[in-house]
Each structure stands twice: as structure tokens, then as C-alpha cells.
């Protein structure tokens, strides 16, 4: 089966370290999503690209986080500086976007812990 | 805006007994809906959608829900529990906006007693 493979797994982290975490979107797809998942929060979308553009990154705080997608392979998620409060697990999703509701695949996550 | 809202954070049910999640979603088009797993350490996945066709949408696992415009609902029902469906569970609605989003509910955790 295809899947989306998300990595590190986990990540524990000084406060003020940069963090980045990286995903492989289903080959083929042309959307990929980045959420946060917490208990206080539930599932938050934090980015959300269509052929590598960036079209809603509204849920994401600018001063601190950043996501791109240098090729169809590979988009990243980047926390600089990190803090306690970014402490979640953080899933990415992949997707076709053909005008039609299309479910996502979503890997693993990264578990990331700032102390 | 479009939302969805899952009526209890936590359901408890016993093995075999039917299972009902509850959702109701808001939304001023047509919305697609969805019903998402999440087991324990995992990502979540994709246990059936609604896309316009038919009302009564099946989905693996044995899971069926059904899409009532009447009253913005799209409940998630299996008939017969099992423990391995113990896990929690997303409903999700979105639309096609020049590129959709998917907006997710709270979650209901699903407790399956022996």
C-alpha cells in the first residue's frame, strides 16, 4: 500500500532549538497538509499546499513556523524558535485535488516533546 | 463557515452492541463528509466518505453512515461492536473552495467492554 512516511517519529528538544520535520507525500498526489493534533486543541491545520504552492498557511504562526515543499517529494515543517507550547504531534496528509471530495492519506506523525 | 460538531467526547458501548457517533456538520453548499479513525500512536484513516451519490455511504470495517440534509447529520453507526473497534473517531466535512480544506471535529473516543 501507498503511504505517506513521516520522519523523525519522534523528536524531544531544548526550548529555543530549531526543529524540522520532513514528510514523503504519496507519489502522485498534488495536496499535501500539515496538522497539530493536541488534547487541548484537537486536530489544527497549520498548512495546506497544492502543487507545491503554499494556499492557506492561516492556521500557522508566522513568527516562529514555516513550511515549504522544495519538490513534489518531500514537504517540511520548520519550528525556530521551538517552545514548550509547540509540544504536539504533528501529522502531514496527502491527497488528490480533482474538484471532488477526496479523502486523505495521513502518515505517522512526529511526536515532538520542547522541554 | 463550514464546521462539523461530534455530539460526546467519549462513547461506551458493549461487544456486539450496535455503535452510533454522532455528527452534525454546518455548512452553506453541499459539503463532502468523511469519518476518519485515529488507534492509538497513529495517523488517522479514512473509514468512508460523502460525495453526493448515495445517501448511505459504506465504509470498511463495517461501518455505514448516513447523510440526512433534513437535519445536517451524518452519523456513523457499525451493528455489532467489536473490541478492535475501540479507537477514536473524526468526522470531517469540507468543500470545494479553488482547493479544499478539510475541517475535523472534536473526536469521540469509542470504548468497546468485553
Known amino acids: 500500500d501507498a503511504r505517506v512516511t513521516q520522519t523523525p517519529r519522534h523528536k524531544v528538544t531544548e526550548m529555543g532549538q530549531e526543529v524540522t520535520m520532513r514528510c514523503q507525500p504519496i507519489?502522485?498526489?498534488?495536496?499535501v497538509f500539515w496538522y497539530r493534533q493536541t488534547m487541548m486543541q484537537g486536530l489544527e491545520l497549520l498548512a495546506y499546499?497544492?502543487?507545491?504552492?503554499?494556499?492557506?498557511d492561516s492556521g500557522m504562526p508566522k513568527d516562529r513556523f514555516s513550511a515549504e515543499m522544495p519538490d513534489a517529494t518531500l514537504a517540511t515543517l520548520k519550528i525556530q524558535p521551538s517552545e514548550p507550547r509547540d509540544s504536539a504531534v504533528y501529522f502531514c496528509?496527502?491527497?488528490?485535488?480533482?474538484?471532488?471530495?477526496?479523502?486523505?492519506?495521513f502518515g505517522s506523525g512526529t511526536r515532538l516533546t520542547v522541554v | 463557515a463550514q464546521s462539523v460538531t461530534q455530539l460526546g467526547s467519549h462513547v461506551s458501548v458493549s461487544e456486539g452492541a450496535l455503535v452510533l457517533l454522532r455528527c452534525n456538520y454546518s455548512?452553506?453548499?453541499?459539503?463532502?463528509l468523511f469519518w476518519y479513525v485515529q488507534y492509538p500512536n497513529q495517523g488517522l484513516q479514512l473509514l468512508l466518505k460523502?460525495?453526493?451519490?448515495?445517501?448511505l455511504v459504506k465504509g470498511i470495517n463495517g461501518f455505514e453512515a448516513e447523510f440526512k440534509k433534513s437535519e445536517t447529520s451524518f452519523h456513523l453507526t457499525k451493528p455489532s461492536a467489536h473490541m478492535s473497534d475501540a479507537a477514536e473517531y473524526f468526522c470531517?466535512?469540507?468543500?470545494?473552495?479553488?482547493?479544499?480544506?478539510?475541517?475535523f471535529g472534536a473526536g469521540t473516543r469509542l470504548f468497546v467492554k468485553a
Open positions: 460523502y460525495t453526493s451519490a448515495a445517501t
Open positions: 499546499f497544492r502543487n507545491r504552492a503554499p494556499l492557506d
Open positions: 470531517a466535512v469540507s468543500r470545494n473552495t479553488g482547493g479544499f480544506k478539510t475541517i
Open positions: 455548512s452553506s453548499v453541499p459539503p463532502y
Open positions: 507519489l502522485g498526489h498534488n495536496t
Open positions: 496528509a496527502s491527497g488528490l485535488d480533482q474538484g471532488a471530495g477526496y479523502g486523505y492519506t
